[in-house]
């Protein structure tokens, strides 16, 4: 599944890129993170508890952040399995001044496996763009 | 109106009985493999893959051991060390087990088994299990497993995608193309990955008795019971230590089921490793997933043909997609239809170059019309485009190029003998039932209209009770002629009839039906032979490797019940009658050859009032053996073991009988499309079968009905559709889209009779009938329905999305 | 396909159904028809733990006019609206709309009040909600609140209701006089969910002009999709085909829908306007004393 689309955020770049790869801050904007550790520079394990009404599951899994050039772009990779199958995201975020404000345009995939892809698909298709959405949102929040 | 079971006076056999076994099957009687009750019996859930292709870096399943209930967790390396791969029908080195060893090929392959004391706590312990896979990318279309060099590679000691390549060249294709006026192309064809659905998914319970080192598995497996060995093979152990038993009822089957023999193995293994029984029963979700489809296959044709329509020879590559692993007995819908690859039509040159593939999907396996669908989806699709590209008829075309009526038995350029038919008159009478002028005059009144329809025609060869030997096309003919290579030929069917002390029948199949009404045609058939009621002929088809008399090709497949069965209890009815008579004719004073049956009673021929029961005949053989004319053994029985001269080996040209009886279907069908959403509608249906003697005509309508609905299943909505990263996306019936009596179009059943010269009856099998054309003829009236567009047809199903975007690109062209 | 543990309680009143969810915590589910909740635990797709039978609570099982709407009980079931003299009279776009649920064994115990709780994106009760302005009415631990749609459903299979509440009423405005209905969709198969519909009611003056117009579609965003756009461009006007095509048009250029196997983002958005056409049409034929 492609992930595309734009954020603009009102704080300048430095700011933006300083609070995008705040360790603190990913785990607050991560949906459902219950757990992140830092295993090695810029790898976290996670614990997500996904769900959308009552398909619920808790997810271990990893986060990586990879080929970082500061202040501009960086590629962020999440996957995660438990009972209900598994994620896995890959994007490309980068960085854009906007004026006073930054744009911050992703561009990935997203793949949602097991369980929930096989029998859930016409309820959840849209969930993971919903995720993406809801992860910004909350990175939003974060910066002002 | 249907007969009741207590009359006796006329034949049985060409009436329209009602099934005797439906009393017992819709009130809720039958017994099932779930309705068996052993004393500690455990049941087993299984975990499965979630990733189309991934190395098993390890599995945890301590907490799943440590929750109450469960007896035991069985991975892949257990399986490895207590079978061996199951042996193949190919040379390529697979190793496939009943559970994944170290890697997982396809979203749903087994990788562990929970036993527990239920289900329930069975599946809780699934979910505790940890598996730590390391995903590796995937491949899921046949053609680029083979030909894209960048493909991975499922088995690395194999060292490619393709489990078997052949290339098969009857005649002499490029004479053909030097003589042509033209070559007609189909370009890439794409038949996809469907199954059945049978009402009851698999299921199988296994025991193991550490005394004398041997396993009892239950299963609704049907046959061929050449698994048997397979098995045994797999199991480590010799036939005399595996027990297959198979209850009476089977929820139905269609192919399917002849590949649950992985799942008896592992069951087999979990009930050695826990020491207890162990019953496991498959759901909807893992049948979908996981258990057996039909192959789907990318294809080329080409043909080579004059001006006036003559085809002079065709060329197919052909690659099949046989998922994760080749499982036995595939590569088979490449070779299935080997007597049968050119169809009913004349040309004597063809060329099929073909590959069996592994790729990251499920596994396949029979699934009624076994390489039938496939091959006439090819085919009928590539006899529409000579017809396209003369400017002339389909069904003129059709009847230009048909086997002539007097040339039966005929000899196809693969080996086949086509045993009887007459085939432009099964055609004439389909297109005269569709009013196929009068339909080309309304469709050209629709077209006028703006509207969208389509006029379909299509034929099939339907080939019944393989010969064995068809599998071995898939060695070289080299191959086959190695030192101790012991060749496979033969198509046998046991049938036993006993008549017991109180007068009745009793009669026993291997024939394990799964829902086909075999006990009310051997029983139509028995009734006939010995002069009874059909009422008292008991059909007995519970099967038991241990007691029953069978062989290897035993069992219910390629429609082998019309012809190989129904000989062989025919064949065992006329020796008991026989001995009937000699026992019977002193006491009438006559010779047996001046005595008949009837009424259950053995009479005079001319001077029927002097008869004596067969009751009175029974009892005497039981009761009085010792007073029987000499030369008689006490008793009233009889088992025929029945085989086809015809099914040998294949040749050093790769020739091959592959089937014994060949039916013939003739289908003519019109549909209507709604432009603006895709939707194809089937607004005429006609299917004109020959199966020969017809033993109960309601019978064989109801497996047309039932075949059409399937072949349309395939062609309009069932899928297993992935999506690109492997993952399965139609585990229910919310996606799996079964079709209903709402989805089922009217269909137009008519019958030609060309008694089959070699089977006892004169019947010939009807269980696959037009699901090998049914996707045919809804791909060619669809593509006949959107030629004024310049849309060509070469995939199935066709959605109303696949439909509309085809429409939708050509707007964009500008052309309509 | 066994369902995980849970606990199972049973309520004979609204109070007590509230009462037992308190008790149960987060994780409690409301038992309603199980048409939709029991294939989603069979599957383990849900893991609630523990489940409320509400099905003994009669008091949510009823039909009535009152004011000039349709009030129904939450616990009413798809076949009682479907065979409802009431419904078919005051208000007769419910009885088609339930007509295209499922089948009948579906609709012999499944609730409305479950399938608008559900809020599938497909379904056709939460449809007229949206299209009408229905109020629902809900039941907590500190009484019972009224909200309508805008609050009530958040994305794919979420609404607003909070853990402890039951949804216990839903009131649907009745149409005004010289409307007229019509609910199309396009599905696979009978009795599947629709990949894509659409409810219309229109409601005509006696020159023949639409005074008002209600359009939902369903199956092309994450709940019943409404166009205040299009309806603002039908009202006042003389429904003419082209202007029926453009409000067609004006909604498939709105609609966001998800792609799957059986249709694509494009395909849905494309049939939002052919059915937005049907059912326009449709409706108005049925003002016009059509069937
Ligand atoms: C084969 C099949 C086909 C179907 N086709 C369609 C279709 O075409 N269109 C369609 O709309 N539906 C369809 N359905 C779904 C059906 O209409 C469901 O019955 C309905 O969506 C849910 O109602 P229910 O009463 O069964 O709720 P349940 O399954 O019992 O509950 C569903 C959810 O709602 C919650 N809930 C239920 N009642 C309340 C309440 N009063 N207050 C708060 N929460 C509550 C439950 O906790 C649960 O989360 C189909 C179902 C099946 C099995």
New interface residues.
């Given amino acids: 599944m492609k992930l595309e689309g734009k954020y603009t955020f009102k704080a300048a770049r430095q700011k933006v890129w300083d609070v995008l790869l705040d360790q603190k801050v990913l785990a607050s904007c991560l949906p459902g993170c219950e757990r992140l550790e830092e295993v090695a520079p810029d790898q976290f394990e996670a614990r997500l508890k996904i769900g959308v009404a009552s398909v619920k599951g808790t997810y271990d899994g990893k986060v990586r952040i990879l080929e970082k050039h500061p202040i501009s772009s960086y590629r962020m990779e999440v996957e995660g399995?438990g009972?209900p199958?598994?994620v896995?995201g890959e994007a490309t975020i980068s960085l854009e001044d906007k004026g006073d404000k930054t744009d911050i345009l992703y561009s990935g995939e997203a793949?949602?496996?097991?369980?929930v892809?096989?029998?859930g698909?016409?309820m959840l298709g849209g969930v993971t763009k919903l995720m993406v959405n809801q992860f910004f949102k909350a990175m939003e929040k974060k910066i002002q | 109106m249907a007969a009741t079971t207590t009359e006796t006076a006329q034949r049985w056999v060409g009436r329209s009985v009602k099934r005797v076994e439906d009393p017992r099957l819709l009130t809720g009687r039958g017994t099932y493999v779930d309705d068996l009750h052993l004393a500690n019996l455990h049941q087993a859930a299984i975990l499965r893959s979630?990733?189309a292709h991934a190395r098993i870096r390890g599995i945890d399943a301590s907490k799943a051991e440590a929750l109450p209930g469960v007896v035991g967790v069985v991975r892949g390396k257990q399986v490895a060390e207590l079978s061996e791969a199951f042996p193949l029908g190919v040379a390529a080195p697979v190793r496939y087990y009943s559970c994944a060893v170290g890697k997982v090929l396809f979203?749903g392959e087994p990788v562990a088994v929970v036993v527990a004391k239920d289900?329930?706590t069975a599946?809780?312990a699934c979910?505790l299990i940890e598996v730590d896979?390391e995903?590796l990318p995937c491949v899921l279309d046949p053609e680029k497993a083979v030909e894209d060099p960048t493909a991975p590679i499922l088995h690395e000691n194999v060292g490619s995608n393709v489990a078997n390549h052949r290339v098969l060249h009857y005649g002499d294709t490029d004479k053909a193309w030097a003589e042509a006026d033209l070559i007609v192309k189909t370009g890439r064809l794409v038949f996809p990955k469907y199954g059945s659905t049978p009402v009851e998914g698999y299921a199988a319970a296994a025991q193991w008795d550490p005394l004398n080192q041997a396993y009892t598995i239950w299963s609704n497996f049907h046959g061929p019971f050449i698994m048997h060995p397979v098995m045994c093979r797999a199991l480590g152990v010799t036939e005399d230590r595996l027990r297959f038993i198979v209850p009476p009822d089977i929820g139905g089957g269609f192919g399917i089921k002849s590949s649950v023999y992985p799942y008896m193995t592992l069951m087999a293994i979990c009930a050695r490793v826990t020491g207890l029984p162990v019953k496991w029963i498959e759901?909807?979700?893992e049948h979908l997933?996981a258990s057996s489809s039909g192959t789907d296959r990318v294809s080329y044709l080409e043909a080579a043909v004059k001006k006036d329509g003559t085809i002079l020879g065709v060329r197919m590559k052909i690659y099949d997609n046989c998922g994760g692993y080749i499982r036995t007995p595939e590569p088979a819908c490449l070779y299935r239809a080997t007597g049968n690859y050119s169809g009913a039509y004349l040309f004597q040159n063809l060329k099929m170059d073909q590959y069996a593939v592994m790729t990251n999907k499920s596994l396949t396996g029979p699934n009624r019309g076994y390489g039938c669908q496939q091959l006439y989806f090819g085919l009928e699709r590539l006899v529409d485009q000579v017809a396209y590209d003369l400017g002339m008829d389909v069904a003129e075309v059709r009847l230009k190029n048909l086997i002539p009526a007097g040339a039966f038995p005929y000899t196809t350029p693969s080996g086949g003998i086509y045993d009887s038919g007459d085939y432009s008159k099964s055609v004439r009478l389909a297109l005269d039932m569709a009013k196929y002028d009068e339909l080309r005059k309304r469709q050209t009144a629709a077209r006028a209209s703006g509207k969208l329809y389509g006029i379909g025609v299509a034929t099939a060869v339907d080939p019944s009770v393989t010969n064995m030997a068809y599998i071995t096309v898939a060695w070289t003919p080299e191959e086959r002629a190695r030192k101790g290579y012991l060749p496979k030929a033969g198509s046998s069917e046991t049938g036993s009839v006993r008549i017991d002390p109180s007068g009745k029948a009793f009669c026993m199949v291997n024939t394990t039906p799964e829902g086909q009404g075999h006990e009310t045609a051997v029983s139509q058939i028995v009734a006939d032979e010995l002069g009874m009621a059909i009422g008292d002929v008991h059909v007995i088809t519970e099967f038991d490797t241990f007691t029953r008399t069978w062989s290897i090709t035993s069992g219910s497949y390629s429609s082998r019940f019309a012809s190989v069965g129904a000989s062989a209890v025919a064949t065992a009815a006329r020796r008991v009658k026989e001995k009937v008579l000699k026992i019977a004719a002193p006491m009438l004073e006559v010779n047996p050859q001046d005595l008949d049956v009837r009424d259950s009673k053995v009479f005079v021929k001319g001077s029927p009032e002097r008869s004596v029961p067969i009751r009175r005949i029974a009892g005497q053989a039981h009761w009085s053996a010792t007073l029987l004319p000499e030369g008689l053994e006490p008793g009233l029985q009889a088992t025929c073991m029945f085989n086809f001269p015809n099914a040998k080996p294949p040749d050093e040209k790769d020739r091959v009988d592959s089937s014994q009886t060949y039916g013939f279907i003739a289908e003519v069908m019109g549909v209507e499309i709604d432009p603006?959403?895709g939707?194809v509608r089937i607004d005429k249906y006609v299917t004109v079968h020959d199966v020969g003697t017809l033993i109960n005509p309601m019978i064989v309508e109801g497996q047309v009905m039932g075949g059409a609905l399937h072949g349309v299943a395939g062609a309009l909505?069932e899928?297993m559709?992935y999506?690109e990263?492997g993952?399965?996306?139609?585990?229910?019936f919310?996606?799996y889209?079964c079709?209903?009596a709402?989805?089922a179009p009217p269909i137009e059943i008519g019958h030609v009779v060309s008694p089959s010269p070699f089977t006892v009856l004169g019947s010939k099998g009807c269980g696959e009938s037009s699901t090998m054309t049914a996707p045919a003829v809804v791909a060619n009236a669809i593509a006949d329905a959107l030629r004024p567009l310049n849309i060509a047809v070469r995939e199935l199903p066709m959605?109303?999305?696949k439909v509309?975007?085809l429409l939708?690109e050509q707007k964009a062209k500008g052309v309509a | 396909?066994?369902?995980?543990?849970f606990e199972y309680r049973a309520a004979r009143t609204v109070e007590e159904a509230v009462s037992l969810l308190q008790e149960a915590g987060e994780d409690a589910k409301i038992l309603a028809g199980g048409q939709s909740l029991v294939?989603m635990l069979n599957?383990?797709l849900t893991r609630p733990s523990h489940l409320i039978d509400i099905n003994k609570v009669s008091e949510l099982d009823y039909i009535r006019e009152k004011d000039g709407k349709l009030a129904i009980g939450a616990l009413t079931r798809e076949r009682t609206i479907e065979r409802s003299a009431l419904v078919r009279q005051k208000f007769p776009l419910l009885t088609e709309a339930t007509e295209w649920i499922g089948h009948v064994q579906i609709r012999n115990r499944g609730t409305i009040g479950g399938s608008v709780a559900h809020a599938d994106p497909a379904s056709e009760y939460p449809a007229l909600v949206v299209l009408s302005d229905a109020e629902l009415t809900i039941q907590g631990p500190d009484g019972s609140r009224t909200t309508t749609w805008d609050e009530f459903f958040v994305t794919y299979l979420t609404t607003s209701l909070q853990p402890f509440e039951v949804l216990t009423e839903l009131r649907f405005p009745l149409p005004k006089p010289g409307s007229g209905y019509a609910f199309v969709e396009?599905a696979?198969?009978?009795?599947?969910?629709a990949?894509v519909g659409c409810a219309a009611q229109v409601t005509m003056n006696g020159k023949g002009t639409c005074q008002e117009a209600r359009l939902a579609l369903i199956g092309v965003g994450p709940f019943p999709h409404r166009s205040p756009d299009a309806e603002a461009m039908l009202k006042g006007q003389k429904l003419t085909d082209k202007l029926i095509s453009e409000a067609g048009q004006k909604i498939s250029e709105e609609v966001e829908p998800e792609g799957?196997?059986?249709?694509?983002t494009?395909?849905r958005r494309?049939?939002s306007k052919?059915f937005t056409e049907r059912a326009l049409k449709k409706a108005l034929s049925r003002v016009q004393g059509g069937k």
Avoid: C
Avoid at chain 3, 260 to 264: G, N, R, T
């Fill in positions: 399995s009972a199958g598994f896995k793949q949602i496996g097991g369980l892809a096989s029998i698909q016409r | 979630p990733h979203v289900r329930y599946e809780d979910d896979y995903p759901d909807r979700r997933v603006a959403t939707e909505y899928e559709a999506d990263s993952q399965f996306l139609a585990a229910s919310m996606d889209l079709p209903t709402m989805e959605t109303p999305n509309w975007k939708q | 396909m066994k369902p995980p543990k294939p599957f383990r396009l696979r198969r009978h009795g599947d969910f990949l799957d196997m059986h249709a694509s494009e395909y494309a049939m052919v």
